[in-house]
Nanobody, 117 residues
Framework: QVQLVESGGGLVQPGGSLRLSCAAS????????MGWYRQAPGKERELVVS???????YYADSVKGRSSISRDNAKNMVFLHMNSLRSEDTAVYYC???????????WGQGTQVTVSS
């Protein structure tokens, strides 16, 4: 059983930047593909970025070029850096972990990001 705890959300001005962190415990972190999803009010949860166990990354078009995902397997953490933030980036951001073996997915509790002046 993997536990994920996100941190780093908050209120950010348009054009600003943020770093979200996700701390994982309870599993062999290097064996999990990690991702960040977000869910805005009234919308479905969507995949924003992901990083595989081998380091292959994926970025949704909406954040491509202004975001970066990285992982630190020694510290069991994954990070999301975003800049040039827009109001449409406002959402609850969720960390996810998918086991390379079983395919089981785990979720964090989410962290709110609000982009507003």
């Amino acid at each position: 059983q993997v536990q994920l705890v996100e941190s780093g959300g908050g209120l950010v001005q348009p054009g600003g930047s943020l770093r979200l962190s996700c701390a994982a415990s309870g599993g062999i972190f290097s064996r999990y593909a990690m991702g960040w999803y977000r869910q805005a009010p009234g919308k479905e949860r969507e995949l924003v970025v992901s990083i595989s166990t081998s380091g292959t990354t994926y970025y949704a078009d909406s954040v491509k070029g202004r975001s970066s995902i990285s992982r630190d397997n020694a510290k069991n953490m994954v990070f999301l850096h975003m800049n040039s933030l827009r109001s449409e980036d406002t959402a609850v951001y969720y960390c996810s972990a998918v086991s390379d073996g079983s395919g089981r997915k785990y979720w964090g509790q989410g962290t709110q990001v609000t982009v507003s002046s």
